[in-house]
Structure formats: structure tokens, C-alpha cells
């Protein structure tokens, strides 16, 4: 499974977007990027899935580049209740028991 | 739909007791999961499983063992708690169909030994 790396910590102010990166060099062919996001003393939710280019729902966008080799969760106008720590993951729908979800990314956002 | 759903909520133990953590999902998913997270540590895989009388180890799966008897149901069991099992439990499951690796967790177990 390819390994994921992204920054432990990023801060912002309400109303900024803000840009996550991950880097999954060694991404195979048949895997998505999905990216989780959990709330203090809660289980993590998915927010949003891709495979190749630009994906957006209400939540978030997706960034894939061409080269699949990384990827970037864009918060957009964050406000305080976006202070939570973010997931990313890689893996095909295969990979069920071998998800890792590593330490992820507490973004925290101030006023 | 409840969803996913663990029983208990917060548990404290004494070194060397036993007790089983109960998980239940109301979506008919095939695979289901027991994470541990630690401070600063993300969430650690500790056992799965891919149906109905089947588990596999996952990352962490020394001291626990599990049992998937129904497909709704997936229990955790610690033989004999030691402090370093101190940790929150999740629960989660996934299908088959539907969004590739989307997993739903339950609101997670507060364990505490002593």
C-alpha cells in the first residue's frame, strides 16, 4: 500500500481557505485518495474521495494532479468548527484491513 | 439507521481483568474494524473482518482477540487488560458497494487500566 505523508499541524483564521497536501509517491494504479476528518472525541467521517483531477462536494475540494503522486484538501472560508484533525488515505477498494490512517493533520483555526 | 454503534462508552479496569467490547451496524456492511488511538498516535488497525465468521490481525492485534459470529456484530475481547491498553476504541464498518474504502465509525470507547 503506498504510504501517505502530510504535515502534523497547520493553523488558519476563520474564513481563510485552507490548501492540505499529501504525498503518496507510491500510489498504484487502482487506488483512491480519500480523506477523513475527525472531530475532538469523535470517530473520523469521510469527507471526500478522488482519483484523478478535480473533485468538489459541499464540504471540500479534491486536487489530483496528473502524476497521481500527490494530492491537496482544500478547505474553503474555514470557520472555527473546521478545527479538527484530517486523514488522508490511499488504497484500493481491496485494501479494507490495510488503511492506514496515520497521524493526520490538526488543523486548528483561530478567530 | 443508527449506524454504528459500541457499547460501552467508558470502561476502567484493573491490571489483569478481562471484558469484551460490543460493536453493531444496522447497514448490512460486510467488513467491519477495531481501531485503538493513542495521543498523538492516529488511529492503529488492532483486528477486522471481511464477513461474517471471518477476522484477520491488523497492525496492533497482540492482546486481543475478536469474533464476528453475526454479520451485524463484532465484538473485542481483552483477556487480561494491562495499562498499556489504556486507550479509545473505534469501531467501524464498511460494504462492498458504494464509495471505494468509505468506513463508518462508531463513537469510540473510553478504556482506562489501572
Known amino acids: 500500500l503506498a504510504k501517505t505523508t502530510q504535515p502534523i499541524s497547520m493553523d488558519s483564521y476563520e474564513g481563510q481557505e485552507v490548501n492540505i497536501t499529501c504525498s503518496h509517491n507510491?500510489?498504484?494504479?487502482?487506488?483512491?485518495i480519500t480523506w477523513y476528518q475527525q472531530f475532538p472525541s469523535q470517530g473520523p467521517r469521510f469527507i471526500i474521495q478522488?482519483?484523478?483531477t478535480k473533485v468538489t462536494n459541499e464540504v471540500a475540494s479534491l486536487f489530483i494532479p496528473a502524476d497521481r503522486k500527490s494530492s491537496t484538501l482544500s478547505l474553503p472560508r474555514v470557520s472555527l468548527s473546521d478545527t479538527a484533525v484530517y486523514y488522508c488515505l490511499v488504497g484500493d477498494r481491496g485494501s479494507q484491513g490495510n488503511l492506514i490512517f496515520g497521524k493526520g493533520t490538526k488543523l486548528s483555526v483561530k478567530p | 439507521n443508527a449506524g454504528v454503534t459500541q457499547t460501552p462508552k467508558f470502561r476502567v479496569l484493573k491490571t489483569g481483568q478481562s471484558m469484551t467490547l460490543l460493536c453493531a451496524q444496522d447497514?448490512?456492511?460486510?467488513?467491519m474494524y477495531w481501531y485503538r488511538q493513542d495521543p498523538g498516535m492516529g488511529l492503529r488497525l488492532i483486528h477486522y473482518s471481511v464477513g461474517e465468521g471471518t477476522t484477520a490481525k491488523g497492525e496492533v492485534p497482540d492482546g486481543y482477540n475478536v469474533s464476528r459470529l453475526k454479520k451485524q456484530n463484532f465484538l473485542l475481547g481483552l483477556e487480561s487488560a494491562a495499562p498499556s491498553q489504556t486507550s479509545v476504541y473505534f469501531c467501524a464498518s464498511s460494504g462492498t458497494s458504494g464509495r471505494n474504502n468509505e468506513q463508518f465509525f462508531g463513537p469510540g470507547t473510553r478504556l482506562t487500566v489501572l
Open positions: 478522488g482519483y484523478k
Open positions: 447497514m448490512n456492511h460486510e467488513y
Open positions: 507510491n500510489i498504484a494504479t487502482n487506488d483512491y
